[in-house]
């Protein structure tokens, strides 16, 4: 119940409620994108962007920056050299 | 991004991470006399390091205490007794997410309840009671609201959403927790001897990482917020560890592709518009933990289930029904879950003698279906 996945938003399914369809691992479902728009986003941007889904809502995009960032830092770390 | 995912499992990357943990722990350890003790506090996590195997990996001078981070283990007997004297009323449609079905009442779970006819239904997302009470206009649906802040904003956003669209027949029975008063409590008690903690991801994404900072001022305990990947759990364990090493407290977010400092603040601002915090609340295994249960605000009332309970007498949580002593053993972080005398013997996920057992995330649980025989 607590764990969220990640999903990709292929589609905005109903504006004026704020749901969006997305996807994981092939298997779509329609979610509510309502706390990411109140964040201040558009909801039209969210199409193509990776969030965080948790019991049908959609908490937070994740960030495809940072994560290359942590993946960059984390190859330039040295078992040998500490 | 399907290929970041299997980045954040990258076998080298565990392999290198398991070393760089070694290097600093071995000889930290060696000068304290004693393994390093973390606290995983979400049951996210401990599930991720028996699923990984990174139990198998992680150095013996770090030792995990597996905290009381699974709402479904820490749910009190008396809710579950309220669900079920709900759920058992005719006109009543009960919803749940799926992981409190088992869990022992003082008479029956959800589940025993559901065999002998009451209308129980395991819904993915509490969106979905909405469109069952719609559906449904000569019923009341109730919806079994549990869980910590992870969870909150969207029973708040659907209870609003109700409020909005005029919807009479949905009701929320309100057990849910919150994170901080949680660890404050565990702090303060001085119960748990702790060097620091593994944060949980996706609270931490609702309530940013900055919500932290008390437990590094005033109880000068480290946190390193983690995702939910092997990867991401070794990264934020070795950055907790270096800061042991170094003599360092302070949060620091090893999941900063999802998780920010301030967190989510249209899901704060659903949950402070919906629920009143600070509310002492029993937890199943521990003994009242101050001002860590919330209430439904006076002004949504109508959406509250609890008056569902108004004229039925509660059944007595008598002494003699309650979870063996082993379960609050392992809660406290004083006992492993393979130490219990009842541990696969009398107390298997089948049939659960603690909550602990119950949910998938529960340690006890963790451990057995990932740990051997
Ligand atoms: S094995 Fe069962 S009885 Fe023992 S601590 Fe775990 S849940 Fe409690």
């Not at chain 1, 986003?41 to 969210?46: D, P, Q």
């Not at chain 2, 565990?186 to 944060?199: M, S």
């Not at chain 2, 518009?273 to 295994?285: A, C």
Request: aromatic share 8%; glycine share 8%; proline share 5%.
């Amino acid at each position: 119940m607590c764990l969220g996945i990640p999903a990709k938003i292929v589609a905005i399914t109903d504006l004026a409620n704020s749901l969006a369809l997305a996807e994981t691992a092939g298997v779509q479902r329609q979610v509510s994108v309502a706390m990411l728009t109140l964040q201040g986003k558009t909801i039209e941007s969210l199409v193509g962007e990776w969030v965080l889904l948790h019991v049908g809502f959609a908490m937070a995009l994740i960030d495809q920056e940072e994560a290359d960032r942590a993946l960059g830092l984390l190859a330039q770390m040295d078992p040998d050299s500490q | 991004m399907m290929m970041l995912t299997s980045a954040f499992r990258d076998s080298s990357q565990v392999t290198k991470l398991i070393t760089l943990i070694q290097t600093v722990a071995d000889p930290l350890a060696d000068k304290w006399g004693r393994p390093l003790q973390i606290m995983e506090v979400c049951g996210g996590h401990t599930h991720a390091i028996f699923k990984f195997g990174l139990d198998q990996l992680i150095p013996k001078s770090v030792e995990f205490i597996h905290g009381p981070g699974c709402p479904v283990c820490v749910l009190p007997i008396e809710a579950i007794d309220q669900a079920v004297i709900i759920a058992e009323q005719p006109e009543v449609i009960f919803t749940s997410f799926g992981d409190p079905l088992r869990v022992p009442g003082s008479k029956k779970s959800l589940l025993q309840a559901k065999a002998q006819g009451a209308d129980i239904r395991v819904l993915y997302s509490p969106l979905d009671a909405i469109a069952l009470a719609k559906n449904n206009p000569e019923k009341q649906v109730v919806f079994f609201a549990i869980g910590f802040d992870t969870t909150m904003p969207g029973i708040a956003f659907s209870l609003l959403t109700a409020a909005q669209q005029g919807i009479n027949n949905l009701r929320f029975l309100c057990h849910h927790i919150r994170l901080m008063p949680t660890l404050i409590a565990l702090l303060a008690g001085e119960k748990v001897q702790l060097d620091g903690f593994v944060g949980p991801g996706h609270v931490s994404m609702v309530i940013g990482a900055n919500a932290y900072q008390p437990i590094t001022e005033r109880y000068r305990k480290p946190l390193v917020i983690a995702g939910f990947e092997p990867v991401d759990f070794l990264q934020a364990l070795y950055q907790l560890i270096l800061q042991l090493a170094q003599d360092r407290c302070e949060i620091e977010n090893a999941y900063a592709r999802v998780v920010t400092a301030e967190g989510n603040l249209s899901a704060q601002r659903a949950i402070s518009t919906v629920f009143d915090d600070g509310v002492d609340s029993q937890w199943r295994g521990l003994e009242m933990v101050l001002g860590s249960g919330v209430k439904i605000k006076e002004c949504y009332q109508a959406f509250d289930a609890r008056q569902l309970l108004n004229s039925t007498v509660l059944p007595q949580s008598s002494a003699e029904i309650k979870d063996p002593d082993y379960c609050n053993a392992v809660l406290m972080g004083k006992l492993k879950p393979d130490q219990c005398p009842l541990f696969r013997k009398q107390c298997t996920p089948e049939n659960p003698r603690g909550a602990l057992m119950v949910s998938g995330e529960g340690a006890c649980a963790a451990y057995y279906y990932y740990k051997g025989t």
